[in-house]
């Protein structure tokens, strides 16, 4: 989820809320004005019927033409006594001109003439009209709501989405970072404090970590390099003692076993040494290579080696693959994933190569999948140290295909170890 839509998410609850509240104190407010006007027009016509009663003056009619209706009739003294204040409420009142009783307001209130006799006079006034009105600002301060809470909504996001550039440019510059290539400068053209702060630590980690990553590779490219020639020595050397007439057996077996420890460090100090090579650009000099006839190639000579224990291969061909890439590298990286493949195959199983124009995939059988994390990581060994294995092959291929444009996917599916070369887009 993205971070604008996270923080719109988080403030959607309060903001809900917080509206939801506001709508409904302008809603309560505005009835209960309604309501204290409605009340006060029924004193004022209860006011003037009363002071017409007392003065002698004629009443008008119960029924003037208009909703308000009046009634007056007389009460006892113990009546008014236990009803002395006004009261107000709702109520169902007859209305002349509708011939129907309505909803209305009612005001009641007992009051005394000169001669000492109780009267109680109860005035309405309809609330249809009232509640017309409060059904409408019902609905309209909804409307109001859902517009405000959508439009805050929208520019919450198109704000927080704008001060979000810089973040984002840095994101973006992270995802097309590749370490050991060179890069842009990390994106810093911003005044907000925070956000060139973060900037500044980026550039500063990345800086860091190019100039370890430099160091580690000519460490390892010098170190491989300066192996080279103890290691030929030794390994001539041991051929000579090997060779010695006067070689007892047991001194012989010693040396054998010497000489089979001193191969696979040599190998693996070869293999250390064309992986420095690759991370370092020297291998750039591509042309259009057709891996198709380096896989036909592979395959019929590790076929011929791993005879001795009835692993085979089978190739579809379904296209050739043409590809930009050094002639030796392709050699590399094709023979290292079927070596691979053959070296972790079972006896007497089949390594499956298909090749199509946009790829190539070899798989062998296995019974349980790789860890992904770890799986071109150097010196990888699933299942412990095989023998004619440096752990290196997956991380050497690996390098290759990201230097030349190509994408190395490993799945495991239906008993299958399937590792695939493809062009990336």
């Not at 249809?128 to 805050?152: M, P």
């Not at 390892?220 to 050397?237: K, W, Y």
């Not at 590298?329 to 499956?352: Q, T």
Request: with cysteine.
């Amino acid at each position: 989820m993205r971070l604008v839509y996270k923080i719109t998410l988080t403030f959607i609850a309060p903001l809900v809320i917080t509206l939801g509240l506001w709508g409904w104190l302008s809603y309560r407010t505005m009835s209960s004005r309604i309501h204290k006007d409605t009340d006060m027009i029924l004193k004022d016509y209860s006011d003037n019927i009363i002071a017409r009663k007392l003065s002698g003056q004629e009443l008008p009619d119960r029924f003037n033409g208009a909703y308000n209706t009046y009634y007056i009739k007389e009460v006892t003294e113990d009546y008014a006594l236990e009803n002395p204040s006004v009261y107000y409420g709702d109520a169902e009142a007859y209305l002349k001109s509708q011939e129907d009783f309505a909803s209305s307001r009612i005001r009641r209130q007992v009051f005394s003439d000169r001669e000492g006799r109780y009267y109680e006079i109860t005035v309405s006034l309809p609330t249809f009209e009232q509640e017309t009105l409060i059904e409408h600002v019902l609905w309209w301060t909804g409307i109001l709501f859902v517009v405000l809470l959508v439009a805050l909504l929208v520019i919450g996001v198109l704000v927080i989405d704008y001060n979000m550039k810089p973040f984002r440019a840095l994101m973006k510059w992270m995802d097309d970072y590749v370490p050991g290539q060179v890069a842009a400068p990390v994106p810093s053209d911003t005044n907000v404090l925070e956000f060139k702060k973060l900037a500044n630590t980026v550039q500063e980690a990345v800086d860091r970590f190019e100039h370890e990553y430099e160091e580690r590779k000519i460490f390892i490219g010098n170190a491989s390099h300066e192996l080279q020639t103890p290691l030929a020595v030794c390994s001539n050397r041991i051929e000579m003692l090997l060779e010695r007439p006067d070689l007892n057996e047991e001194i012989a077996e010693e040396l054998v076993k010497l000489h089979r420890s001193l191969g696979h460090l040599i190998r693996l100090n070869k293999t250390l040494l064309l992986l420095s090579k690759v991370e370092n650009g020297q291998y750039d000099d591509a042309s259009e290579q057709n891996l198709t006839d380096y896989l036909k190639d592979v395959l019929a000579l590790n076929d011929e080696v791993y005879s001795g224990r009835g692993v085979s291969s089978s190739l579809n061909e379904g296209g050739q693959f043409i590809c930009r890439i050094n002639d030796q590298m392709a050699s590399v990286l094709v023979g290292n994933l079927a070596k691979n493949a053959y070296i972790h195959s079972p006896r007497n199983s089949e390594v499956a190569v298909n090749v199509w124009d946009r790829g190539f995939s070899i798989s062998n059988p296995g019974e349980e999948p790789l860890d992904r994390s770890r799986l071109f990581h150097r010196f990888y060994q699933p299942k412990g140290r095989r023998e004619g294995s440096t752990g290196l092959g997956l991380a050497l291929a690996y390098s290759v295909c990201e230097r030349n444009g190509l994408a190395l996917e490993y799945e495991f599916k239906e008993k299958k170890h399937i590792f695939s070369v493809i062009l990336k887009k």
